[in-house]
């Protein structure tokens, strides 16, 4: 498990996090070692996803810091505890809640929190976010994300849902820290029709765009 500041600190230099919502723990398993062989080792696992819990406990197990690993979609307090106890070096919740906040700041992990509008932004600082998730970020675009910088103009933020291999420059311009992408990146009808190499080719093809999408913003 990673310290809050070393986390932080690799989804910096990552810029990606692939947010994985499988469709069972074994497929989930698989998923993951596709997206790690292709080079991509930011790994959300949502809670959503059959057997979370297991499935983050034995990524940890099998990569450890190999990968930055973290648990995302929590929408209870509970979730945060077991998340800590699962392995887990990050934390995302989709809204701000005071309890579920103050959970999740107690773990001491490094704590994403969702939000969209500037008063949720303001919101999720206040209740302890490290980094804010614009979320879902398709409803907002990057010509959004880049009208935040002048009230917020050092905020770190991570924009999720809508992140695609096309408009993966237009987000790094704005100056967020990383995208999260999920579907784009690792979409679950090819890992239930077992094309995991198709998924290690999808992330090889994430991982030099947002290489490139760096260089030239």
């Known amino acids: ?4 500041d070393a986390a932080l600190d690799r989804i910096r230099e990552l810029g990606l996090l692939a947010v994985i919502r499988g469709p069972s723990a074994e497929t989930t398993l698989r998923m993951v070692d596709a997206l790690v062989t292709g080079g991509v ?17 034995t990524l940890s197990e099998r990569f450890g810091d190999d990968i930055v690993l973290g648990m995302g979609t929590l929408t209870m307090p509970e979730h945060a505890r077991q998340a800590v106890d699962a392995g887990a070096s990050f934390v995302v919740s989709p809204h701000c809640a005071d309890d579920l906040a103050a959970a999740m700041t107690e773990t001491n992990l490094l704590t994403m929190m ?49 992140v695609t291999l096309d408009n993966l420059l237009e987000w790094f311009r ?44």
């Open 1 to 4: 498990m990673l310290t809050k």
């Open 41 to 57: 080792t930011g790994i959300e696992i949502t809670y959503t996803t059959p057997k979370a819990n297991l499935i983050v406990q």
């Open 114 to 162: 969702g939000a969209l509008t500037p008063t949720e932004i303001h919101r999720a600082l206040i209740l302890g976010a490290d980094v804010v998730k614009i979320f879902p970020a398709s409803l907002a675009g990057p010509g959004y994300v880049k009208s935040l910088r002048g009230p917020y103009p050092d905020l770190p933020l991570m924009p999720t849902g809508g």
């Open 174 to 217: 704005t100056g967020v820290i990383a995208v999260g992408a999920g579907g784009a990146l690792c979409p679950s009808s090819w890992a239930t029709a077992g094309r995991f190499d198709e998924i290690t080719a999808r992330a090889r093809e994430f991982v030099h765009a947002v290489e490139l999408a760096r260089a030239e913003s």
